[in-house]
């Protein structure tokens, strides 16, 4: 049973004040909370475990090594990998995909070509952006509707024998629009292209199979999804992450060293120089087991049955104009209100108590598409309430009272 008060309870963060208000948080898009379980992961693991792993034979950095590989195992079985060593530890999605564009620095050729699309966060823009300058590569940009849907008729025109790889996000931080990324996967591939999907905003909504959806690779990040800021997965398929060459040289990607000829680690650590977010990995793990105890189908309803409350009560304000208006989209509302800047918007809600974010949302291309500085964003998550949301409406209508 889905019991939104009892959920909340788990999340310490939700019952303080912020300018001697009850926050309410809605910049899930940005970092979601954390809560208790996960936070006592994190207490247990520096409490009782904190040792290196993968090296040495004392009982501490042994049960640590089994607490970090436990975890790879439950990401793997979340995101259905074939393998666990498919997944590899990251700081984060935007380590994932400079990991990734690195290993490919040594297959592009110039003219080779690269697709993005309209839709990305710049941590899936420039870090190919620096592929293409090193390797003579092109990129080529799927563009954009007015609805915030990306146009396939262009993507399908684009594909050509040149294309060697596809990036796109799930779901736009900006908009909240859901990509047809099935059909994305599954042309690229005809046309002989390696895809790599950004799960930076669907990991926490959708639960995705990576083997299903027989994506190459995969990123996202453990903290949007309820867990630790700082660790991340990357999924690669076997065959393509040992043919990419190691990110970083250092302690334990290696078989052999010697100042003749090192030798990498098979998979994952071949991907995982240094001593790794150990404790931040361990509590990922514990995060992918909250997220499922609630269940992503009760998620997925309850998070739409928010955003068509508040998208209904925020429309009926004169003067808002809602950004990304189709109906494949997740609970991400990004708004103005006519002739206000939306940082405005958002100091007078941050004095309610009330999380939003402004500004471009790392998205620029799609601020300029619209001809707009930036966008109020309100985005939520499975603990927020409609009382919250009225409570947002109430402050968005003061905010337009006092700036109007
Ligand atoms: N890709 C997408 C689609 C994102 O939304 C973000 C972060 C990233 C990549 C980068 O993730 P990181 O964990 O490596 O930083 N998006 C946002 C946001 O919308 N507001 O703050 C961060």
Redesign the pocket.
């Known amino acids: 049973m889905f019991n939104v008060e009892d959920i909340r309870k788990d999340f310490p963060i939700l019952s303080r004040k912020v300018n001697g208000k009850p926050l309410m948080y809605f ?1 899930n ?3 979601s909370q954390t809560p208790q379980q996960v936070i006592n992961t994190l207490v247990e693991y520096y409490s009782n475990y904190n040792a290196n792993i993968h090296r040495g034979v004392h009982t501490l950095s042994q049960e640590a090594t089994d607490l970090y590989e436990q975890a790879r195992q439950k990401i793997q079985k979340h995101f259905n990998a074939k393998f666990s060593h498919e997944i590899i530890f990251t ?7 400079n990991l990734i564009a690195n290993g490919f620095s040594s297959l592009l050729k110039k003219e080779d070509e690269i697709i993005v699309s309209a839709l ?5 823009i420039v870090p190919w952006q620096m592929l293409c300058e090193q390797t003579g590569a092109v990129l080529k940009v799927i563009p954009m509707d007015e609805d915030g849907t990306l146009i396939m008729s262009v993507f399908d025109e684009l594909l050509s024998e040149k294309t060697k790889l596809v990036f796109v ?6 908009l909240g629009t859901i990509n047809p990324i099935e059909y994305i996967i599954e042309n690229a591939h005809k046309a002989g292209a390696a895809v790599l999907i ?4 669907s990991s926490p909504h959708i639960k995705p199979d990576v083997q299903k959806l027989d994506v190459d690779f995969y ?1 996202a ?1 453990a ?2 999804m309820c867990g630790p ?1 700082g660790v ?1 997965m990357l999924y690669g398929k076997e065959e393509w992450l040992k043919k990419l060459p190691p990110y970083q040289g250092g302690g334990e990607m290696i078989a052999e060293v010697t100042f003749e000829k090192t030798t990498y680690a098979e998979l994952p650590h071949k991907f995982e120089a240094g001593t790794p977010n150990i404790a931040g990995g361990i509590t990922f793990g514990a995060a992918i087991d909250y997220m499922n105890g609630i269940g992503f189908d009760h998620i997925a309803s309850y998070e739409n049955e928010l955003l068509e409350y508040a998208t209904e009560k925020l429309l009926q304000i004169e003067g808002l104009k809602i950004y990304g208006t189709t109906k494949e989209k997740t609970a991400v509302i990004s708004f103005n209100l006519e002739g206000i800047h939306p940082y405005d918007v958002g100091t007078i809600l941050d004095k309610l108590g009330i999380a939003v ?1 402004t500004g471009h ?3 620029q291309p799609i601020m300029d598409f619209y001809k707009i500085p930036g966008t109020v ?1 309100a ?1 939520f998550a499975f603990y927020n309430t409609k009382a919250e949301i009225d409570a947002l409406i109430e402050g968005v209508k003061k905010a337009k009272m006092m700036l109007s």
């Open positions: 910049d898009a940005a970092t700081s984060g999605t935007t380590h994932g995909i990305e966060h710049h941590s899936n996000n799930h779901i736009s931080n900006a950004d799960g930076a905003q990123v990040s903290h949007k800021t991340g974010r949302h790392c998205a964003r985005s």
